[in-house]
């Protein structure tokens, strides 16, 4: 296990370069330049040529490629260039809202999905199984920027259940030490803080786990399924075990892995911004922050997000890849 783990950790830095590269190369070709969004569209050439020196782009793209490698590797993301903010700064601000959201959503959605795929599969061709996988390929086409707006009519402005957007009440005082407002909620031991979280989490979390959901259940069903067939399971069943003892302490475990893997992805893609689901809810997180400094041709934070978000998804991944020896033993890193 330690020899697998670094070699997967070694196996990191090529990765990080390459997102680096293709970054840099993308930012640098996308039309606009920079300078005259910050200056506005009636600024002089002289002074756009002034704010160009000063940002360094008039210098060459290997010269500032080589420069921005440096200054990452030493751990300085450099400056928005929108705000004059270091762009680790910024970054840290926003996560707390994308990774409160994306694990109200993976929570809902494995909760959920794995419980409708368990029973799908324990019974195969009944009525359940046949309206569950209907409404899983129902919330997997559905638009998220549709559903979401249906949401808000519905349960935020006809029935005023929960919140439009934000994350918590501008009424409610709240003690901030992780940003991440449930914990700070729970930590301060304020209920009313804590419920006021919840609510603005629910339209939002149900919104972005619909398509989680139909993933998890569907995968679970036929992975269960063909657990279901092995000859181990019908030797446990020949023993006198129940089908849900059955399914519980032999086919379930083994199942799971096609499943935990599914759980990793979508967790490291909804870590990197769940732009639709942000936009629509005004939340902020990463996902609003990186659209936001695309349009401004904000290069060092559009960088520095994607480099961080990379990064947070391949380890979701590696976390997913160690989980598969304690799953099944059969599993061994050499």
Do not use: C
Not at 48 to 70: D, H, I, K, S, T
Not at 270 to 290: D, K, S
């Amino acid at each position: 296990m330690g020899r697998y783990l670094g070699r997967r950790l070694l196996e990191l830095i090529p990765v990080f370069f390459g997102v680096l590269l293709v970054v840099f190369i993308i930012t640098r070709l996308t039309p606009g330049d920079p300078a005259v969004v910050m200056l506005g569209e009636k600024a002089t050439p002289e002074a756009v040529a002034r704010l160009r020196e000063v940002l360094g782009l008039n210098e060459p793209l290997p010269v500032q490629f080589l420069r921005y490698l440096g200054r990452t590797v030493q751990g300085d993301l450099g400056r928005s260039i929108q705000s004059n903010e270091r762009v680790l700064v910024e970054l840290i601000a926003r996560f707390p809202a994308t990774i409160e959201l994306t694990f109200a959503a993976m929570l809902i959605a494995s909760g959920v999905g794995i419980l409708t795929g368990v029973i799908a599969a324990a019974r195969q061709n009944s009525w359940f199984d046949g309206v569950s996988m209907i409404t899983a390929l129902f919330g997997f086409s559905m638009p998220i920027f549709w559903l979401g707006i249906m949401l808000i009519l519905l349960f935020a402005s006809y029935l005023g259940w929960f919140p439009i957007s934000g994350r918590l009440d501008y009424t409610i005082d709240l003690a901030r030490q992780t940003n991440l407002y449930f914990v700070d909620a729970l930590l301060a031991r304020n209920w009313a803080a804590a419920a006021n979280v919840l609510r603005h989490l629910v339209l939002p979390a149900v919104t972005l786990s619909t398509v989680p959901l139909a993933i998890i259940a569907r995968m679970t069903r036929s992975s269960l399924l063909e657990v279901l067939r092995q000859d181990y399971v019908r030797t446990a069943r020949a023993k006198g075990l129940t089908e849900g003892g059955v399914i519980a302490r032999h086919a379930l475990r083994n199942a799971f892995i096609p499943v935990i893997t599914v759980i990793g992805l979508n967790v490291g893609s909804l870590l990197g911004g769940a732009i639709l689901t942000e936009t629509i809810f005004a939340w902020p997180g990463i996902g609003r922050l990186v659209v936001d400094a695309i349009f401004a041709r904000d290069y060092p934070l559009v960088q520095g997000a994607v480099l961080v978000i990379a990064l947070l998804f391949v380890l979701v991944n590696l976390l997913v890849d160690l989980s598969y020896a304690y799953l099944d033993p059969r599993i061994r890193y050499g």
